[in-house]
């Protein structure tokens, strides 16, 4: 893999970004780091080798997120980006509050995962798949609960409308890699033989059930 060959993907996906009408900072930061690569001393594969990422990053003209494409270009041998012309804004995985490069990074190339819809999808499925509203807490109980946990930051089992709920951060890896485990609330609950767990999730403002989404303003 050549600086040449490099030069010519970074080239040629700057000009698919004005095809489609990409912004047009994306566009002049493809070609900036185009002109970058073209002008290094030695080969950009090289540096990869030495410094890894961080050798990319500090090659003056290529940012974080094109140093991640190049990085991809070299490993692959095609042109990936954290940010996707195909995909509206709203569904931008790097538009989630929180949720930082690496948690973008390891989403799409751990888990497959490219955008917001796919990722709820994914956190919508819970132990209490196939169990009806009325054999779990309300909606209101829940972040009611998830509301006094927050405000609190201690975890304690409390009963409402006859539910014995106890609300943790949760200790998934996913939590942790997208970065939201002091965000995202896992819930707890029994009542004699029916037990269960929701996550609470914060989307566009509001706190939401995660699989039962009906809004409260948070």
């Known amino acids: 893999m050549t600086n040449d060959h490099i030069k010519a ?49 500090s090659i003056p ?15 692959t041998g095609q042109v990936e980006t954290l940010r996707d012309p195909s995909i509206p804004p709203r569904e931008q995985l790097r538009n989630l509050r929180g949720v930082g490069q690496r948690g973008v990074e390891w989403l799409q190339e751990g888990l497959g995962i490219r955008t917001v819809s796919q990722l709820r999808d994914t956190l919508s499925v819970s132990p209490m798949s196939g169990v009806t509203s009325a054999e779990e807490p309300s909606v209101e109980i829940l972040l009611e609960v998830d509301a006094l946990f927050r405000e609190t930051q201690q975890s304690k089992e409390v009963c409402r409308g006859g539910w014995l709920l106890r609300a943790n951060f949760p200790r ?3 939590a942790f890699r997208v970065g939201m ?16 767990i929701r996550l609470i999730v914060t989307e566009d403002g509001d706190r939401v059930v995660r699989g039962r989404e009906i809004r409260k303003v948070a």
């Open 181 to 196: 485990s002091r965000e995202w609330v896992e819930i707890r609950f029994n009542r004699g033989e029916q037990s269960g």
């Open 61 to 75: 003209g290529i940012g974080k997120s094109i140093a991640y494409t190049i990085e991809r270009i070299i490993r």
């Open 172 to 174: 998934t890896a996913l």
């Open 9 to 57: 993907l970074l080239l040629d996906h700057a000009r698919r970004l004005d095809r489609s009408g990409g912004a047009v900072f994306q566009t002049r930061a493809f070609r900036v780091a185009a002109l970058a690569v073209q002008g290094l001393p030695r080969a950009i594969v090289t540096i990869f080798a030495e410094r890894g990422r961080a050798g990319l990053q």
